[in-house]
């Protein structure tokens, strides 16, 4: 798996205020953090993550990070979280960890289908439960992409955790049974086969009360003779 050139910059002050000023300087702060590390305050370059985020996927890019000011140094990272403003999606904050490449970690990796469903030919809708999972893996191993091939999905069948195929030591920490899409009937035409089933239901009651019906007629018949 490529890993990324990044950089960010030793801030050595916190608070609203250094975060309004870095952002005025087109900056935002982040924090990097590790199990063997303490939290190191940076600031990085809201045009420098812009680029990145242009190619790749951030929550499994791995990332080369050279940290400059005070002493620089370089460690390889992954970003945890990225905050945004609710509205305009602003850059805020940035969450970043470092890695042990001879150890596993958890990735979020999305899912793609290929092909197109029979059952969807046939008039059923494809319901994706999950658009991506998790995986666990050693760094170097994330899948870019989990790719499933839906052609033979008939109406009423679905995928499970345990048919997705993997290269690699890569794990899906889920239940085995776990349903990542299924294809349904269209709701409208399960209430059009429920409203037919009524109207069978009622004819059959009809007929029940026409032939009582008849039948009382006939003793009632009998019993004047």
């Known amino acids: 798996m490529e890993i990324h050139p990044f950089k960010a910059q030793t801030r050595h002050s916190t608070g609203k205020g250094t975060a309004r000023s870095l952002r005025r300087d087109g900056k935002i702060p982040a924090v990097l953090y590790g199990s063997d590390i303490e939290s190191i305050p940076l600031s990085i370059s809201i045009y420098d993550i812009e680029q990145l985020l242009k190619k790749v996927n951030y929550a499994q890019a791995l990332l080369n990070l050279k940290v400059e000011g005070g002493e620089p140094f370089e460690k390889t ?85 345990d048919e997705i195929e993997l290269e690699g030591d890569v794990e899906i920490p889920f239940d085995a049974n776990f349903t990542i899409m299924t294809v349904v009937v269209p709701k409208v035409v399960e209430e059009e086969v429920e409203e037919v089933e009524e109207g069978e239901e009622g004819e059959e009651l009809e007929e029940g009360a026409e032939e009582a019906a008849a039948a009382t007629e006939e003793d009632e018949s009998g019993s004047k003779e």
């Open 77 to 161: 990272v992954m970003i945890k979280e990225i905050q945004t403003e609710p509205l305009n999606q602003n850059f805020l904050h940035m969450d970043l960890y470092e890695v042990d490449m001879k150890r596993k970690l958890t990735a979020t990796v999305p899912i793609v289908t290929t092909g197109t469903s029979k059952g969807v030919e046939a008039g059923g809708i494809l319901q994706i439960i999950r658009r991506e999972l998790d995986v666990n893996c050693l760094p170097t191993e994330i899948p870019k992409q989990i790719t499933i091939d839906i052609t033979d999905l008939d109406i009423g069948d679905s995928i499970h955790v």
